[in-house]
């Protein structure tokens, strides 16, 4: 008989003793893996599934100590903190070298740097030091590299992995502990739609009994997220209590009755942007590509003066930049005009950051290479100041998952989103009565997000994640600008929180905007040009949205 790996039952959780009820009556049995057809792979679906997570891994407290149990692991003599894996990928999460920023940064600026940080180590030297002690760690780290296709990345810096490649060496490290449960949260967000089926395929390859280091995985999604094809089973949870839960399309069809819908992988689109620069619509001759009525747009705009056109704002001019003998960005010329609304895509590792931190002045590399904001270039020329820091800091706002992963976790949320109209983050900020007026104002918008009026008072580190990416939308947007750069600002935020965010930046005018996003929720209307980056090396193509 097989006993399940985890066993709820009309199970009620507290944080504390007194705290509130947390999922009330719970009930949830995790088979083991087995060869039959009829195997169970679950995902938790919803806002409270990081928190369902953290309870199957043994957190939280039962009123009842009986009713959560672990059968099978009990029967091997295993803990459930040794047997159970749980590898978070959520935006802000802080938990190893290859957790927070968008390509597993160790600092923000690692992947503009020449020099390493000393606790710098290869693929393959930080994959070793997660092997049991007693084992050969060759032959793991082999044979996983090789189920997780990171063969040929073993002997690279774990700072210089992209997304993906990161997300891929984190659930190695996991296996590599030798779980019977691996849980996986938000293993989908911020990766490209090709490194999104990659993970999936990955992650129901490591959950078959026939293969090495096998475990069984369940998965965390938000709402935004595509529910894979091999997930037989699924929970939608929100509120701290589950709304739904059982086979999958049982799940589907009675969230459906209540007006949910739940995205499956595979469904068929709903023809947006991001399918159109995916899709590569309208390939002209020498290589072009744009969407429809791109071509139209840009004659027009060759035919006008440059006195009657938007103020230049960025200009890059043939703009090359390589890392580590890679070519990322090759002869790259792009102008962002005032009130122009960008859409920048590509490839997990094409670049995307890098091309935002040119924009932002944030990489080393823009003193000497051909770019100008706002018609100057940073360094002094003749007849002509440079473009200090302060300026730039004043005139663009910047919204990032490196910024999230690194900004102090102290300050009050209020504090964190005046800090927009400081020089940095720890630096008191400067405001007008008017400014700090219309800050409160803006703040006013989202108090029943973060609690009520006091709610700006907590501190950004205890906040949500939501929260978190909510208050640096703000910081961003309050100060007015002239650039807003949007680099996977939403990613993390609730649907709800989301979509108010995106009808602020649909409503802020004169201000040019980038935003930069896998999904098709997180991009604002109005987005009219985009710029999709190849694989390391290869030529972007440009593109207008038909009017």
């Known amino acids: 008989m097989n006993r399940p790996l985890i066993r709820i039952t009309s199970a009620t959780f507290h944080r504390t003793p007194t705290s509130p009820a947390l999922f009330p009556n719970l ?12 195997t169970q792979k679950w995902t938790i679906l919803g806002p409270s599934k990081t928190l369902l997570l953290s309870i199957l891994s043994g957190t939280h407290t039962p009123r009842d100590p009986q009713s959560r149990t672990y059968p099978a692991l009990a029967a091997h003599a295993k803990w459930p903190q040794d047997a159970i894996g749980l590898v978070s990928f959520g935006a802000g999460a802080r938990t190893g070298m290859l957790a927070g920023g968008t390509d597993g940064e160790g600092y923000a600026a690692s992947r503009y ?48 992995l992209s997304n993906g490649q990161a997300r891929r060496a984190r659930i190695a490290q996991a296996l590599l502990r030798r779980p019977e449960v691996l849980l996986v949260d938000e293993p989908f967000m911020g990766l490209d739609p090709i490194a999104k089926r990659q993970i999936s395929s990955l992650l129901d390859g490591i959950s078959r009994p026939d293969v090495p280091f096998a475990a069984q995985v369940v998965c965390g ?97 043939d703009v090359r930049i390589a890392y580590y003998g890679k070519e990322i960005l090759k002869d790259f010329s792009w102008t962002i005009r005032r009130g122009e609304r960008w859409g920048l895509f590509g490839p997990n590792g094409s670049g995307k950051t890098t091309l935002t931190s040119l924009i932002t002045s944030d990489h080393p590399q823009t003193y000497s290479l051909p770019i100008t904001h706002f018609g100057r270039s ?36 209020r504090r964190a989103v005046l800090s927009g109209y400081a020089d940095a983050p720890l630096s008191a900020p400067v405001l007008t ?46 100060p007015r600008r002239d650039v807003l750069v949007m680099d996977e600002a939403f990613s993390g935020m609730e649907v709800g929180v989301r979509d108010r965010c995106l009808r602020v930046l649909e409503g802020v ?24 980056l190849a694989e390391v090396g290869g030529e972007a193509v440009f593109g207008v949205v038909e009017e």
């Open 27 to 38: 009930t949830l049995t995790l088979p083991p893996l087995t060869a039959s057809p009829q």
């Open 113 to 160: 740097e020449s020099l390493r940080e000393e606790f710098d180590l290869t693929l393959r030297q930080w994959l070793e030091g997660a092997v049991e002690v007693g084992g050969d760690p060759r032959e793991a780290v082999g044979q996983v590299a090789e189920r997780l296709q990171l063969g040929a990345l073993m002997e690279q810096s774990v700072m210089t």
């Open 221 to 317: 999604l938000r709402l935004q997220d595509a529910v894979p094809k091999w997930s037989t089973h699924l929970a939608y949870v929100a509120d701290n209590q589950v709304h739904a839960i059982g086979e999958k399309n049982a799940v589907v069809e009675e969230m459906a009755r209540k007006g949910l819908k739940i995205l499956q992988e595979g469904e068929k689109g709903q023809g947006g942007l991001l399918e159109k620069v995916w899709a590569g619509v309208d390939v002209e001759d020498g290589g072009k590509e744009e969407g429809k009525g791109g071509v139209k747009e840009e004659k027009k705009r060759e035919e006008m003066r440059e006195e009657d056109l938007p103020e230049k704002l960025i200009e890059m001019k």
């Open 378 to 413: 940073r360094l002094p020329t003749a007849g002509t100041p440079g473009v200090p820091v302060t300026e730039l800091q004043r005139r663009i706002g910047h919204s990032s998952p490196e910024i999230h992963a690194f900004f102090p976790r102290h300050l009050s949320l």
């Open 433 to 478: 009565p008017k400014q700090r007026e219309e800050a409160e104002r803006w703040m006013r918008q989202f108090d029943d997000v973060v609690g009520g009026a006091q709610g700006w008072e907590g501190s950004f580190g205890d906040a949500g994640l939501s929260v978190q990416r909510l208050v640096l939308f703000l910081r961003a947007v309050v």
């Open 509 to 532: 005018e004169g201000v040019a905007v980038v935003v930069v996003s896998h999904e098709g929720g997180e991009l604002p209307r109005g987005v009219s040009r985009w710029v999709r």
